[in-house]
């Protein structure tokens, strides 16, 4: 695979985010059981797709592509009353870590 092939594709990606931002609005906040909930049920018609040989599976996989940046820019905006933490370095991360180390290295965080 080329470097234009992989760019053509993240320009696929980038296309669906923006149909989704004018389907359902670009400043969507939303928990993360939320997000999962929508991830999962892409993934899942991506698994239909790949299961039964369907012609709509790249579009299904671009789709949850998509839905997984949506979240990744959602967890980057503003530190929101949900699960995680905020590090003592400013960054903000979800509390999926083991460890709960942020990436500067440091453990010691607050809530």
Known sequence: MTLSDQISIFELIAAERDRQDQKWGANRSLENPVWLTILAEEVGKSA???????PTLEKELIQVAAVAVA?????RTEPRLTMGWLC????????VFEDFRCVCGNNYHEE
């Not at 979240?71 to 967890?75: K, N, R, S, V």
């Open 48 to 54: 239909e797709a790949a299961l039964k040989n369907m």
């Open 71 to 75: 979240w990744l820019e959602d967890l």
């Open 88 to 95: 003592n370095c400013g960054r903000w991360y979800s509390d």
